[in-house]
Structure formats: C-alpha cells, structure tokens
C-alpha cells in the first residue's frame, strides 16, 4: 500500500527543516509505516532535503498535492499541531487551508484520509474554524492527548480518538542517538519567548555545567535563535545550523537537563530519559507537562532549575501503547477495505 504522509515538515533553502521538531515526527512516522511493509513518502512545499530522514517528494503546489494524493492508496495527515489556527494575519492560509485542501484533494481522488497523532489549539476565528470542520469532516481523527480530543470533537468530528504524538512510535527508538556522558543544561525556547533570556537565567543554567542553545526552528525570520539570544550566548554554546533534529537530539541527551518551550525538544527529552523543565503558558506545553507530570514554569525568572525531573515512565508507556493501536487501526482498517 502506497501511503502519503501530509505534515507541517517543510524544507528551507540550505537544504534542512525549517522546524526540527516537524520533521522528527516525519521521519518516525514514515520509518514506522515502513516497518509494516508499506511504501510512504511526505509531501514538502520547500525545497529538496540535503541529506538524511525519511523519503520527501517535493511540490510546488495545489496540483502537485493533488497528483501526489490520486498516486497514493492513503493519506495520512500526520503528526504536530496540524489543527491550529497558525496565520492569523491572513484570512484564508496556513494549516487551516492546507488540511481543509488536502481533505478535499482526498475527496475528490476518492482516497482515504486519516489524521494521525495530531495536536489540536484552541482556535477562535470563523474562518479558521470552517477550514478546520472542513478538513475533519468524515475522517478519522487520531489526536495526540485529551484536550486535543475535546477540542476536535467540538469542531464537529464524529470519529476522533485517543492515540498520542507520532514521536512516540516504536521505530524512533532505533533513529534516536543513545544518551551519553550527561553535563550542563541545554535550552530549547519558541522564539515567542526569545525575550525571556536574561543573563541572571543564563548564568543559573551555566552553573549547571556546559551550556547548549537548541534552536529548533532555523532558517527564517522566525528562527528561535535571533539576535537577542546572539547577544547574550557564546558561539560554542550554539548548536551550528542548519541543523537535522538527530542534532538537536543528541544534544539533549547528552544533557544533564533541558528546559524548554519546544513541545518536540521535551518529547526527545522524554524519550532519552532527561530531566525537564516546560516553559511557557502554550496550550500544548500545558498539555505536556500534565500528561507527563513533570514540572512547567511561566517565564525563566526566578526558575528553580532543581524541580527538573524526567517524565513519568508510567504516562509514557501509556502514550507509546496508545499510539502503536491508534496506527494499527488506521492501517488495518485500511487494509481491510481493500483486500490487501
């Protein structure tokens, strides 16, 4: 079966994720749906990745995503806070536009559209609002934690259920580099929170040990790390961009903590078993740090670094459990219906 993979990984002009968090979940959903012996491959509106990660078919646009979804057995909506309301300054864009588009192409291609592991915002403008029932509408919502799945529902979904982020499937386990040699703190902000970094928050993370600036969106007037960051960090306290997340990743593990607003820098974190600090009021890091029990904080001023803890075994377990069946159900459902 011939799966493609929509998600909100793009790649930039030097050849790497615009957001390294976008493509680990990528490249762990498309590593798991191969490890079931089906054929799959993400779509990427940028340019053509350099090296590494899962296979990407580069498109330019409405057609391209169109011939892309009549060539493919299943379209897979896949991973990330897909269901959010990201361009507020335009009236018709963003994610809104392109799951609602991708919804339709499905519709028209008479393929089969599922969401998988995907995170939902609170989203209040109409016009977002009707793209999002659009794309929702008669497909099969597998979302990544509980608020995701109240607030799917009230869009009018009939099918959503409980699964857990894609980050979290078996087959990362084998492409995440194993934690090693843990000293000092590492740091990943949204770049939203730039501005919280002080050179009294620094040097509380630098009496912690070696210090590392993880920036996991590069490569745009949105990176995390801008000049304000630049300012107050050493060069060598920077990972070099561009970066793959593989970078970011074994960074954090060799860490012997992270505090982060970056909801897929703390699901590494997780996964290798490193204290965290959540950062930020953001409804996904909430969101984290309640599943996960461990600790979030409003702002870096006055942070208690010492509260830093791993997340719960126990939640995890759950979460990885949740999104192996969430998987299985979309592709064997799938298979049934026809005959493979």
Not at 47 to 63: C, F, N, V
Not at 82 to 91: G, I, K, P, S
Not at 180 to 193: E, K, P
């Given at each position: 079966?011939?799966?493609?993979?929509?998600?909100?990984?793009?790649?930039?002009?030097?050849?790497?994720?615009?957001?390294?968090?976008?493509?680990?979940?990528?490249?762990?959903?498309?590593?798991?749906?191969?490890?079931?012996?089906?054929?799959?491959?993400?779509?990427?509106?940028?340019?053509?990745?350099?090296?590494?990660?899962?296979?990407?078919?580069?498109?330019?646009?409405?057609?391209?995503?169109?011939?892309?979804?009549?060539?493919?057995?299943?379209?897979?909506?896949?991973?990330?806070t897909?269901?959010?309301?990201?361009?507020?300054?335009?009236?018709l864009?963003?994610?809104?536009?392109?799951?609602?588009?991708?919804?339709?192409?499905?519709?028209?291609?008479?393929?089969?559209?599922?969401?998988?592991?995907?995170?939902c915002?609170?989203?209040?403008?109409?016009?977002?609002?009707?793209?999002?029932r659009?794309?929702?509408?008669?497909?099969?919502?597998?979302?990544?934690?509980?608020?995701?799945?109240?607030?799917?529902?009230?869009?009018?979904?009939?099918?959503?259920?409980?699964?857990?982020?894609?980050c979290?499937?078996?087959?990362?386990?084998?492409?995440?580099?194993?934690?090693?040699?843990?000293?000092?703190?590492?740091?990943?902000?949204?770049?939203?929170?730039?501005?919280?970094?002080?050179?009294?928050?620094?040097?509380?993370?630098?009496?912690?040990?070696?210090?590392?600036?993880?920036?996991?969106?590069?490569?745009?007037?949105?990176?995390?790390?801008?000049?304000?960051?630049?300012?107050?960090?050493?060069?060598?306290?920077?990972?070099?961009?561009?970066?793959?997340?593989?970078?970011?990743?074994?960074a954090?593990?060799?860490?012997?903590?992270?505090?982060?607003?970056?909801?897929?820098?703390?699901?590494?974190?997780?996964?290798?078993?490193?204290?965290?600090?959540?950062?930020?009021?953001?409804?996904?890091?909430?969101?984290?740090?309640?599943?996960?029990?461990?600790?979030?904080?409003?702002?870096?001023?006055?942070?208690?670094?010492?509260?830093?803890?791993?997340?719960?075994?126990?939640r995890?377990?759950?979460?990885?459990?949740?999104?192996?069946?969430?998987?299985?159900?979309i592709?064997?459902?799938?298979?049934?219906?026809?005959?493979?």
């Open positions: 079966m011939k799966v493609l993979v929509v998600s909100a990984d793009r790649t930039n002009g030097e050849g790497a994720a615009w957001n390294l968090g976008d493509a680990f979940l990528t490249d762990a959903l498309l590593g798991e749906i191969a490890a079931r012996g089906h054929e799959a491959h993400a779509i990427d509106f940028g340019g053509a990745r350099a090296a590494g990660g899962g296979d990407r078919s580069p498109a330019q646009g409405l057609k391209d995503l169109h011939r892309h979804v009549r060539s493919s057995d299943l379209v897979i909506v896949g991973g990330g897909m269901l959010q309301d990201d361009a507020t300054d335009r009236l864009a963003g994610l809104p536009r392109l799951c609602a588009v991708t919804r339709a192409s499905a519709w028209l291609a008479r393929r089969p559209l599922a969401y998988f592991g995907v995170g915002d609170p989203v209040d403008r109409l016009s977002a609002r009707a793209l999002l659009i794309a929702v509408s008669r497909s099969s919502v597998w979302v990544r934690e509980t608020n995701s799945l109240e607030r799917v529902r009230a869009l009018g979904s009939q099918n959503a259920q409980l699964a857990a982020d894609a979290l499937l078996p087959n990362v386990d084998q492409l995440l580099p194993a934690p090693s040699d843990r000293s000092g703190a590492a740091i990943a902000l949204n770049f939203r929170d730039e501005v919280e970094l002080t050179p009294i928050a620094l040097n509380a993370l630098r009496k912690m040990g070696p210090l590392v600036v993880i920036g996991m969106s590069q490569g745009s007037a949105l990176a995390d790390v801008g000049p304000h960051t630049r300012s107050l960090v050493a060069p060598s306290e920077l990972i070099p961009e561009p970066a793959s997340w593989r970078t970011a990743a074994s954090i593990g060799k860490s012997s903590m992270l505090v982060a607003s970056r909801m897929h820098a703390l699901y590494m974190a997780a996964l290798m078993g490193t204290p965290v600090i959540a950062l930020g009021r953001s409804a996904k890091v909430r969101s984290f740090a309640e599943e996960f029990r461990v600790p979030r904080a409003d702002s870096l001023a006055g942070l208690d670094l010492g509260l830093a803890r791993p997340a719960d075994p126990d995890l377990l759950a979460a990885r459990k949740r999104a192996v069946n969430g998987l299985d159900s592709l064997s459902e799938i298979s049934r219906e026809d005959g493979r």
